[in-house]
């Protein structure tokens, strides 16, 4: 069992930067795989980034490749999300996730509340 806790939005302009953080709890953090979705307002619920177990493999949606990074410290049971160069559209609540299965990985199993992003133009 692995409960999440998403911290670090807020309110940005266009351009700026903002880094989440989902402390886990329980003792096996380091052995799932890890991703970050997102969902606008009247949108489905969509996936940003996943890190592997050791974080040594990562993958980004499109959308975010390029601006948004993904890393993970399992010393401290904490996975981070780093977003440069926001834009309006990256306005959402941020979720993160864990899944028990590897980087290929469609399902993922424990979900934090979510953490809201806004971005003003």
């Known amino acids: 069992q692995v409960q999440l806790v998403e911290s670090g939005g807020g309110l940005v302009q266009a351009g700026g930067s903002l880094r989440l953080s989902c402390a886990a709890s329980?003792?096996?953090?380091?052995?799932?795989?890890m991703g970050w979705f997102r969902q606008a307002p009247g949108k489905e619920r969509e996936f940003v980034a996943a890190?592997?177990?050791?974080?040594?493999?990562?993958y980004y949606a499109d959308s975010v490749k390029g601006r948004f990074t993904i890393s993970r410290d399992n010393a401290k049971n904490t996975v981070y999300l780093q977003m440069n160069s926001l834009k309006p559209e990256d306005t959402a609540v941020y979720y993160c996730?864990?899944?028990?299965?590897?980087?290929?990985?469609?399902?993922?199993?424990?979900w934090g509340q979510g953490t809201q992003v806004t971005v003003s133009s």
């Open positions: 996730a864990a899944a028990v299965g590897p980087m290929t990985t469609k399902t993922y199993d424990y």
């Open positions: 329980g003792r096996t953090f380091s052995s799932y795989t």
């Open positions: 890190i592997s177990w050791n974080g040594g493999t990562t």
